[in-house]
């Protein structure tokens, strides 16, 4: 076995003795020589600064008439005895320093240094070791920021501090609350079985205990249970025995005013101290468990809401895709037979009648542009709006548009006219869809003028927002305008303005959103400008070279 003075001897010791009495100063270097220690010797303020720039001693000892130097290691100062009560005040304040009356006597002279430097050395110690139990912990903390998992977090969490702290079993569990999921998690050392009933309590009577110590900001830490069992975790100890901790630490996982879960900390077989450090760093990662649990819950639940409007969503477009479906068979059949009725088929049509079947004719084209509209939402919805791009003649395409429809504008006595002083401009687009864009734009213009009004179809080369090359159509009409806070809603699908509700106009809300989402497919964007009862501009602008 070795002695405690030959493990003194196999460390190496240095000491600075620093002193302007030359018989004291030889007399303390030959004492802490003697015991083991390279001395080197100082006899003024200069020469001990410069030894305590060149060296790293064990121990510096100074007579009080050279002291206040800055000193990083232990400092045992020389004092005369008559000022004892007044230096042993400042020594103090000095940290890790002592006093000792002079003229020393060898044994007592070892003896005090023997002493700071063993403080030093286990202050030392209990620095490295708070560091590297930071460091763990911060891992451990990293592990569960890092993860929305719950059981991720949970088992990084038992994992982490039964290896930190040497723990035989570490147990978590959630209690019932809304605000995180019901979460169950253990860990113990390789030789011990799992219990199968995790912590085996009541979960009332647990949270009872959580609750009132994280009201409290406190962790019930028993460094050895068999000693006693404190007032304050009596509750713990009926439902403990199955575990049988030596000693513990029941932690609580809150958030607000109340707890949410519970860790238990165990050591079986030893006692074990719990530190002040070791207390803080366990409920700072406490803390960032919580705030993980709480976080990956609302985002489950979040995500099962998107879940169930995609879900919806689809529902959707599959019943309008069958809906379609159903009502274009029929509607088909009814159009030919009115075809075949007014073309005399069956007979001469009397005169009324024949008006009755125009009404009827109108009605079953409004029904077919209304299915036509809902067949584009539903395409869109399954195909991404996919598009036949090829260079297009856009000046052309607004004037097959305008020229289509100035029969039913003429039949409201509304104008429209077609503005190409910007030339007809080639763009790389889909020819249908835009067809479509616009024929809704111009077709609802129509709608909403009244008698007398006027309608404007113009087109221009103009720079995009983004500074690529691009066009601008506007539609612009006399109509009656739309509401100014109603008009972010435009281009959502079945939204109606106010006002076209209120004045019985017919549609189906679909055909501005059909616009937007074709116009975005191409890259592109539509902007509105309304003024209530003086009319309404719709800009569409597109770019040259096509999505």
Same mark, same amino acid.
């Given at each position: 076995?070795?002695? =405690? ?33 390279? +001395? ?46 007044? @230096? ?8 890790? /320093? ?119 900001? @406190? ?15 009596? @509750? ?8 049988? !901790? ?25 006692? $074990?101290?719990?530190? $002040? ?5 366990? =409920? ?5 468990? /919580? ?58 049509? !009397? ?40 260079? +297009? ?37 889909? @020819? ?40 601008? +159509? ?68 597109? !770019?040259?070279?096509?999505?």
């Amino acid at each position: 076995m070795v002695t =405690q003075s030959a493990e003194k001897s196999l460390v190496p010791r240095t000491a600075i003795v620093a002193d302007p009495d030359a018989g004291r100063l030889a007399a303390t270097s030959a004492a802490l020589g003697a015991a083991g220690f390279a +001395v080197s010797q100082a006899s003024s303020r200069d020469s001990l600064a410069a030894l305590l720039d060149q060296r790293d001693p064990s121990i510096v000892v100074v007579d009080q008439s050279l002291a206040g130097l800055p000193v990083e290691a232990p400092l045992l100062l020389l004092i005369d005895l008559e000022d004892e009560a007044a @230096e042993a005040d400042s020594v103090r304040s000095l940290g890790m /320093a002592d006093y000792i009356a002079k003229p020393a006597s060898p044994a007592e002279l070892i003896h005090r240094a023997d002493v700071l430097i063993s403080r030093a050395a286990q202050r030392s110690d209990a620095r490295q070791s708070a560091e590297r139990l930071r460091e763990q912990l911060r891992n451990v903390s990293a592990a569960v920021r890092a993860t929305h998992d719950p059981h991720l977090i949970s088992n990084y969490l038992v994992r982490g501090f039964g290896e930190t702290f040497g723990a035989d079993r570490v147990i978590f569990t959630t209690f019932d609350d809304h605000r995180v999921p019901r979460i169950s998690a253990q860990w113990h050392r390789a030789d011990l079985m799992p219990l199968t009933s995790g912590l085996g309590i009541h979960e009332d009577s647990a949270r009872r205990v959580a609750d009132h110590l994280w009201s409290d900001a @406190e962790v019930l830490a028993v460094n050895d249970h068999h000693l006693d069992w404190s007032a304050g975790d009596k @509750e713990l100890e009926a439902w403990a025995q199955q575990m049988s !901790p030596r000693a513990s630490a029941f932690v609580p996982v809150g958030e607000g005013k109340s707890s949410l879960g519970v860790i238990w900390i165990a050591q079986l077989d030893e006692p $074990r101290e719990w530190t $002040r450090t070791e207390i803080s760093l366990i =409920q700072h990662v406490a803390g960032n468990v /919580a705030y993980g649990l709480i976080q990956s819950h609302l985002m489950s639940a979040q995500q099962q809401v998107v879940k169930q409007l995609r879900q919806l969503d689809q529902a959707k477009t599959d019943f309008l895709a069958t809906v379609n479906h159903e009502l274009r068979t029929p509607l088909t059949s009814i159009s030919a037979y009115l075809d075949m009725i007014q073309d005399g088929v069956g007979g001469p049509v !009397p005169a009324d009648v024949d008006r009755m079947l125009d009404i009827i004719v109108r009605n079953s084209e409004r029904l077919r542009r209304l299915i036509e509209d809902m067949l584009t939402v539903s395409r869109q919805d399954y195909e991404g709006a996919s598009l036949h791009l090829a260079p +297009v003649r856009l000046g052309h395409t607004l004037q097959i548009v305008t020229v289509a429809l100035r029969p039913l504008a003429e039949l409201g006595d509304v104008s429209i006219t077609l503005d190409l002083d910007g030339g007809d401009p080639t763009i790389t687009a889909d @020819e249908v869809q835009l067809e479509q864009v616009f024929t809704n734009l111009v077709s609802n213009a129509i709608k909403f003028t009244p008698r007398g009004g006027s309608i404007v179809v113009g087109c221009r080369i103009e720079t995009m927002t983004d500074g690529t090359p691009g066009v601008n +159509v506007d539609v612009r009409d006399t109509g009656v305008g739309i509401p100014e806070e109603e008009i972010p809603h435009l281009f959502t699908r079945f939204f109606r303005a106010s006002n076209a509700t209120s004045t019985a106009v017919p549609g189906s809300g679909l055909g501005l959103a059909i616009a937007h989402d074709i116009v975005k497919a191409h890259r592109g964007h539509m902007e509105v400008a309304s003024e209530l009862g003086h009319g309404t501009t719709i800009s569409v602008q597109l !770019p040259v070279s096509g999505p």
